[in-house]
């Protein structure tokens, strides 16, 4: 689950297989006490960068960002990140933010 908030940032929360969840690792978050609220980190999509929307797949979520560009992440396996590949994306350190491509348009 993915919820955009009133300052146009993301968080995300439950099950993280394969990265959906944008945090870099694929620990489960929403299980735990202390887990949710201020303890969610929300989703690091670029250094300045507001979320204008959020789309959600199967294991996978787009945003529109307030730059006009489209960023994906979690689930690849059939290229539904529209990145020209089939790696996930947000399961491994170093692969969010700034790092993360945007869709070509």
Same mark, same amino acid.
């Given at each position: ?7 146009? #940032? ?15 690792? #694929?620990?489960?978050? /929403?299980?735990? !006490?202390?887990?949710? /609220? ?13 979320? @204008? @929307? ?24 059939? /290229? ?5 590949? #089939?790696?996930?994306? /947000? ?6 933010? !700034? @790092?993360?491509?945007?869709? @070509?348009?």
């Amino acid at each position: 689950v993915c919820a955009l908030l009133d300052d146009s #940032t993301v968080k995300c929360w439950g099950a993280n297989d394969y990265g959906q969840l944008g945090l870099g690792d #694929t620990v489960v978050r /929403g299980l735990t !006490d202390n887990s949710m /609220g201020d303890a969610l980190l929300p989703i690091n999509l670029g250094s300045g960068l507001g979320i @204008s @929307s959020i789309a959600t797949g199967n294991f996978h979520h787009c945003v529109l960002l307030n730059n006009n560009t489209i960023k994906c992440w979690g689930y690849n396996q059939f /290229g539904q990140l529209g990145l020209e590949d #089939t790696a996930n994306r /947000g399961d491994q350190p170093g692969e969010m933010g !700034d @790092s993360l491509p945007a869709v @070509s348009q």
